[in-house]
């Protein structure tokens, strides 16, 4: 895949430790990475450095009010961010920023509202989830915070709606692993895989995770 981005100007929303821009800088993109935490961008920093990765350009700032100019990026690429932020904001902000046929990836944390109203019932949340997490990560932390939340499909839509019919492409992930089972156990992935290939369009419904590719529409 080496040099398929070549000359393309990527963002990169939530840089965290950089491994994401770091990645799409070393296949010759053009990277811009953002984050609200500075402690955050100087660990980014100083990993490119040790890398000698140096097409990165980090900054601090929010991904609802964005700096940089409109028709700018060519790609933006969003991996487990979009439940930190105020989705509509940010999105329009996206698209603002993307150019004519500019291209979205998402990897995204998800949850269907119908079982997130499952999963708030008294009983769920009170007692049966505490214990599934002991059960699937070994420790009594949940694996998102309180100040985070799964994005829902229809917070799903509105990335969707920015992108041009017919160029959407998108696949759910995660039944079992990670979610009711841990998921290196052996078979686990094997049987999502063969469950989502199943159920096809209604995999929406049961999916923990949304991977979506599309050309913004202008």
Not at 55 to 81: K, Q, S
Not at 173 to 189: D, E, K, T, Y
Request: charged share 25%; proline share 4%; net charge positive.
């Amino acid at each position: 895949m080496t040099g398929t981005l070549s000359g393309k100007r990527v963002m990169v929303p939530g840089c965290g430790f950089g491994d994401d821009a770091i990645r799409l800088a070393k296949l010759n993109a053009e990277v811009h990475t953002f984050d609200l935490s500075p402690d955050l961008l100087d660990i980014a920093r100083q990993r490119a450095a040790l890398m000698n990765v140096a097409n990165i350009h980090f900054d601090l700032m929010p991904a609802e009010e964005l700096t940089y100019p409109d028709d700018f990026f060519d790609l933006v690429y969003f991996n487990d961010i979009l439940h930190h932020v105020n989705i509509p904001k940010a999105i329009a902000e996206t698209r603002r920023v993307l150019k004519s046929n500019g291209k979205v990836i998402a990897n995204e944390l998800y949850t269907h509202s119908l079982l997130q109203r499952i999963r708030e019932n008294r009983f769920v949340s009170g007692f049966l989830y505490p214990r599934m997490v002991r059960f699937i990560y070994g420790t009594a932390a949940p694996y998102i915070t309180e100040d985070e939340h799964k994005i829902d499909e229809r917070e799903l839509a509105i990335l969707s709606a920015i992108l041009r019919r017919g160029s959407l492409h998108q696949r759910y992930f995660l039944f079992l692993g990670g979610r009711i089972l841990p998921a290196h156990w052996l078979g686990v992935a094997k049987f999502d895989r063969a469950f989502f290939a199943t159920i096809g369009r209604a995999g929406r419904v049961f999916a923990g995770r949304v991977v979506l590719e599309g050309t913004v529409a202008k």
